[in-house]
């Protein structure tokens, strides 16, 4: 697990104009993590709307990644599924095409108590052959694991080897506490509280790939015991990433453009239900890529 640490962007899903998964876009954004220093990159999160995605498509987007990557950067692979079965399928899937970890997202029923959510993941986790995390964002699916379940899911299962939270950095730290550091955790939130969540403990971020650059350079700072020039990229992308934030639905709106924006200005179509972009919205986005510039080549 220890190539399990830094920056993890988490691609969104382009659509074109017939309402299908842009190719020519998933494969750019692949590229930009490579020339952009990304240690990892990830596919099927909330910011690649897996929900709207069927099957065939979930499974397309993990093929494009790892046909994209070949190799250079390891691949993980978020879980969607009502069911242990569908995630038990999706997670082999993902294994098959080089994926090196599954992150296992709660099925969508807030209703479900926590011992059932352990069995849940648990059985997942018994027929998997990687190593396993799950997604614990109850804020933002409405389910989710305290840090002590979290801790006995840990003891109860040794391919449990890392936490996607996304949390304060106080709730982050309490978690790696309560694990006692046998979890690796990889925090998400579009890398607010960036630098202090290199000082609780976490191992990384996932964030969707809006200034992933500039966090690489951040996380390589707090590495290397440089918090002043840490602090100092956090603050030149913080307003980006406060604005991106709000939501998911805003964030899939705003921060999807911001990294068209980036990428050259291609046109982003959305998948119903979806936010639309407000012209207020829109000079916002054209003002941070502005201030971002294009990724690097």
């Known amino acids: 697990m220890e190539t399990i640490r830094g920056i993890w962007p988490m691609l969104y899903a382009f659509f074109d104009g017939q309402n299908r998964l842009d190719r020519a876009l998933m494969r750019r954004q692949a590229e930009i993590c490579v020339a952009g220093g990304a240690r990892g990159m990830a596919v099927l999160g909330l910011a690649t709307e897996v929900s709207k995605l069927s099957v065939a498509e979930r499974r397309q987007v993990v093929e ?6 070949a190799g250079r950067l390891p691949l993980a692979v ?9 995630q038990s399928e999706a997670v082999a899937h993902a294994a098959a095409h080089g994926a090196i970890l ?15 959510l352990m069995r849940f993941f648990g059985t997942v986790m018994e027929r998997a052959p990687i190593a396993m995390a ?29 936490l996607k939270g996304e949390g304060p950095a106080v709730l982050i730290r309490r978690v790696v506490e309560e694990t006692g550091g046998g979890l690796a955790v990889l925090n998400g939130r579009g ?9 609780a403990g976490c191992a990384g971020l996932i964030p969707a790939p809006d200034c992933f650059e500039a966090q690489v350079a951040i996380w390589a700072a707090m590495e290397r015991g440089d918090e002043a020039e840490a602090e100092r990229l956090y603050c030149e992308i913080l307003p980006a990433i ?18 068209a ?29 502005a201030r971002l510039g294009p990724y690097p080549a």
């Open 242 to 259: 406060v604005f991106v934030m709000q939501s998911i639905d805003h964030l899939v709106c705003y921060g999807k453009r911001l990294v």
């Open 102 to 116: 599954a992150v296992l997202q709660p099925p969508r029923d807030p209703s479900m108590g926590e011992d059932a």
């Open 261 to 289: 924006a980036r990428m050259g200005g291609p046109p982003v179509f959305d998948r119903a239900p979806a936010l639309a972009p407000t012209a207020f919205g829109a000079a916002a986005v054209a003002r941070f890529a």
């Open 134 to 162: 799950i997604q614990n964002a109850p804020e933002y699916l409405g389910i989710g694991l305290s840090p002590p379940a979290i801790a006995e899911l840990a003891r109860r299962h040794a391919n449990f080897r890392v």
């Open 78 to 86: 978020t879980v969607f599924g009502a069911t242990p079965a569908e």
């Open 191 to 199: 890398g607010l509280e960036l630098p202090d969540n290199f000082r």
């Open 64 to 69: 494009w990644a790892a046909q994209d990557l």
